[in-house]
T-cell receptor, first 110, second 119 residues
């Protein structure tokens, strides 16, 4: 079973920051948090991952709480093309498996 | 960046026939590939883990004799749906992972998916 829970849907105005929360209270100390997104009928696209420090790349920022029980993906300036289902995943340490939960459907509106 | 391709992108077949789906890592070597299936409006469900040169490991509830997986090289894994039935109609997606370096996590890159329709 997936180790993460996410809200089923969120809306965001174009140009504003989209903050997508994720709970992973049973995460183990050596397990990473990964974020992917899936645009309709395509394969998932890697966004970012982290262990305990906050991370930033050209797509997004990842904020992980100190106790590592939750995290937030931040898209700093959402565009219409960011409309997708966003998956927060705890990657299994020994097997590298990605067990997908239900994700958050982000709708960016004009 | 790392590219994973799948072939075919969509396939329609008759009930009872077998269908082979290919997953290729185009610009990197993948010791491990994963196969998922996704039903409409649902999340991805992991079916099996495929390691180059060894037998695949199937998730609970996935029939290994129905979904044959072969990972013959570091750039190619195949999924064969044997004796396909309409309930096997789904979106099949693979992912590929770089050679794992000690203490370093490598991202998994996903293919574009194959839509299978069984009539």
């Amino acid at each position: 079973d997936a180790k993460t829970t996410q809200p089923p849907s969120m809306d965001c105005a174009e140009g504003r920051a989209a903050n997508l929360p994720c709970n992973h209270s049973t995460i183990s100390g050596n397990e990473y948090v990964y974020w992917y997104r899936q645009i309709h009928s395509q394969g998932p696209q890697y966004i970012i991952h982290g262990l305990k420090n906050n991370e930033t790349n050209e797509m997004a920022s990842l904020i992980i709480t100190e106790d590592r029980k939750s995290s937030t993906l931040i898209l700093p300036h959402a565009t219409l093309r960011d409309t997708a289902v966003y998956y927060c995943i705890v990657r299994e340490y020994n097997t590298d498996k990605l067990i997908f939960g239900t994700g958050t459907r982000l709708q960016v509106f004009p | 960046g790392a590219v994973v391709s799948q072939h075919p992108s969509r396939v329609i077949c008759k009930s009872g026939t077998s269908v082979k789906i290919e997953c290729r890592s185009l610009d990197f070597q993948a010791t491990t590939m994963f196969w998922y299936r996704q039903f409409p409006k649902k999340s991805l469900m992991l079916m099996a883990t495929s390691n180059e040169g060894s037998k695949a490991t199937y998730e609970q509830g996935v029939e290994k004799d129905k979904f044959l997986i072969n990972h013959a090289s570091l750039t190619l894994s195949t999924l064969t749906v044997t004796s396909a039935h309409p309930e096997d109609s789904s979106f099949y997606i693979c992912s590929a992972q770089n050679l794992r370096l000690a203490g370093v996590y490598n991202e998994q890159f996903f293919g574009p998916g194959t839509r299978l329709t069984v009539l």
